[in-house]
């Protein structure tokens, strides 16, 4: 079977499953729906929601209360490959940040949990 392409519709459900399983779900509790963008690429955006028992799935399109995500590949791969963490991404504009920040203030472990996750179910 063919790996998804990364960053694709299909590589996030890859990633939300690994995530789901994970014994660190609990860290993205309650956050709700976050879309995650490309910016360099013609891959759809995707969003991702997490309920109060922090399990992802994907939704359909954003919602009014979705925050965004965003960067060009090679910002991702670095990201998700832990050159840098969630926290430092947003300050420092590697990864654009569109949303209520105080929303995303207690949740950076968990972003950060997420990158592991994905490095290790997309590989």
Not at 67 to 77: F, H, I, N, V
Request: hydrophobic fraction near 45%; include cysteine.
């Amino acid at each position: 079977m063919r790996e998804p392409a990364r960053y694709s519709r299909d590589w996030w459900l890859l990633v939300a499953k690994a995530w789901n399983s994970s014994d660190q779900c609990d860290l993205l509790a309650g956050f709700g729906d976050v879309t995650f963008e490309v910016l360099d690429s013609d891959i759809p955006a995707v969003t991702l929601s997490w309920n109060k028992s922090g399990h992802a799935l994907i939704v359909d399109g954003p919602g009014l209360e979705t925050c965004k995500l965003s960067a060009p590949a090679p910002r991702w791969d670095d990201f998700v490959n832990g050159k840098f963490g969630a926290a430092v991404g947003v300050l420092t504009g590697k990864i654009r940040y569109s949303g209520s920040l105080a929303r995303l203030l207690p949740f950076p472990r968990g972003f950060d949990r997420l990158a592991e996750v994905a490095r290790r179910a997309a590989s």
